[in-house]
């Protein structure tokens, strides 16, 4: 009796939030999707974007692809997010990460302590834009930004946080397929 009692508890649950949300509109079910597991990076110097990642945030090396191939690439890790790295095939010394469009704009940080973290990176010979106070936006927020080894642009942020009411009542549409 309490499996049928429970099935029907999780059915009518998802039912209801199945047809709609705080502001009555239709909510589709959750994506398959659970994690943004990596990110890809073409790198000039693998080994010194390895070091920039692991000693800037933490990342420690999870796999390494084609070991000792002219291909070889890695898998960094911090947490349940990755990081993979792959050798230009052909580096040019002058190319550098640029926002594309469409296409990746950059790749942001949360950091507990910004200018510490600002700190450790101009202690590397790293250039970084201004601390900015978002605090207007998001009370306590602050962010940098700045460029990894090969140019892309990362963002360090501090006191982010997720909008209570809108994070709570907002469903992701998707377009439908032709």
Known sequence: MRK???????????????????????????????????????????KKSEAFYTRHFGFKRARVFNRGRKDEFIMLRLGSTCLELFPMVTPNPEAKGQEQRPGFKHLAFLVPDIKQAVDRLHADGFKTGDVIDCSGIVPGMKVCFFGDPDGNTLELMQGYQDEEAVAATTTVSTPDKP
Do not use: S
Request: hydrophobic share 55%; net charge negative; charged share 10%.
């Open 4 to 46: 049928i009692v429970y099935a029907m508890g999780v059915w009518m649950l998802g039912a209801k939030l199945m047809n709609a949300d705080a502001a009555g509109a239709q909510a589709e079910p959750a994506a398959p999707v659970t994690i943004v597991q990596h990110i890809g990076f073409n790198c000039r110097d693998l």
